[in-house]
T-cell receptor, first 114, second 113 residues
Framework: DAGVIQSPRHEVTEMGQEVTLRCKPI?????LFWYRQTMMRGLELLIYFNNNVPIDDSGMPEDRFSAKMPNASFSTLKIQPSEPRDSAVYFC????????????FGEGSWLTVV | GENVEQHPSTLSVQEGDSAVIKCTYSDSASNYFPWYKQELGKGPQLIID?????GEKKDQRIAVTLNKTAKHFSLHITETQPEDSAVYFCAAFFSPKARQLTFGSGTQLTVLP
């Protein structure tokens, strides 16, 4: 089975540019999560969707961050404008809500803002 | 909110020895405790989990124990091998609040050949 697929795997961008990270969850999963991982703060939940609807976005750091899930098989996390402190690994994860808690992660998008 | 403390932050063991990583959680309502292994350049991978209605679960060389009264749970790896070297994260699922996992800060395990 294909796991959670994220793109791009690596991105280097200049400060002020827009960054869009993409995610395809595991087929059949109806919950999707965006996490950010840094050395200082560890793994932080940014936002999660259930049945394509954002349920909790309290972890989104600023208005510069936005996330969408237009359908069950695709989600985006956008940063506009990007700043050097946004440099991190961004993980997408998905789960099947009936199993409630077993969450599967993608390989991550490594973002560097210079 | 939920808080998960994980210790130690780094752990080195000789190949063949056992490794133990411990976590405590703050919310007694937590009912699900997964462990993830993260290898360099990869995403966290679920390796074992335990629910609050059991005290121990084993899967080959890996076991997890849960003490609900003390609100702590541990990962035990026996007969460690170099490929066990990775960062291990514990997590707690705080239900019914917004179905999210709270992660520990991670343990860098190094298995020395």
């Amino acid at each position: 089975d294909a796991g959670v697929i994220q793109s791009p795997r690596h991105e280097v961008t200049e400060m002020g540019q827009e960054v869009t990270l993409r995610c395809k969850p595991i087929s059949g999963h109806n919950s999707l999560f965006w996490y950010r991982q840094t050395m200082m703060r560890g793994l932080e939940l940014l936002i999660y969707f259930n049945n394509n609807v954002p349920i909790d976005d309290s972890g989104m750091p600023e208005d510069r961050f936005s996330a969408k899930m237009p359908n069950a098989s695709f989600s985006t996390l956008k940063i506009q404008p990007s700043e050097p402190r946004d440099s991190a690994v961004y993980f997408c994860a998905s789960s099947y809500s009936r199993s409630v808690d077993t969450i599967y992660f993608g390989e991550g998008s490594w973002l560097t803002v210079v | 909110g939920e808080n998960v403390e994980q210790h130690p932050s780094t752990l080195s063991v000789q190949e063949g020895d056992s490794a133990v990583i411990k976590c405590t959680y703050s919310d007694s309502a937590s009912n699900y405790f997964p462990w993830y292994k993260q290898e360099l350049g990869k995403g966290p991978q679920l390796i074992i989990d335990i629910r609050s209605n059991v005290g121990e679960k084993k899967d080959q060389r890996i076991a997890v124990t849960l003490n609900k009264t003390a609100k702590h749970f541990s990962l035990h790896i026996t007969e460690t091998q170099p490929e066990d070297s990775a960062v291990y994260f514990c997590a707690a699922f705080f239900s019914p609040k917004a179905r999210q996992l709270t992660f520990g800060s991670g343990t860098q395990l190094t298995v020395l050949p």
